[in-house]
């Protein structure tokens, strides 16, 4: 899951701004890089995914109860 909510902005970033980023320090252009996609994939993009697939990543408890129950009888 972190991997399809890192890739995309750092893939619109290296397309998008970095182009008009060009004279600056690598150095400059790294930071900016990872401070803007980290802000935005923590604040923005893992909650919104995180919503998305609630019911996969956190299923019901009795899906569990039910599993455990019938394998001890």
């Known amino acids: 899951m ?3 909510a890192v890739f ?3 893939l619109l970033f290296h ?3 970095l182009p008009y980023l060009g004279g600056l320090n690598p150095l400059v252009r790294t930071f900016l890089l990872c401070l803007c ?12 995914l995180q919503r998305f697939l609630k019911k996969w990543l ?3 408890l009795q899906a569990f109860r039910g599993r455990y129950e019938r394998g001890t009888a």
Not at 39 to 47: G, N
Request: net charge positive; no cysteine.
């Open 8 to 10: 995309p902005p750092v």
């Open 58 to 60: 956190y299923p019901p």
């Open 2 to 4: 972190n991997t399809s």
């Open 15 to 17: 397309l998008i701004i």
């Open 37 to 48: 996609v980290t802000a935005l994939v923590t604040w923005i993009l893992m909650p919104r």
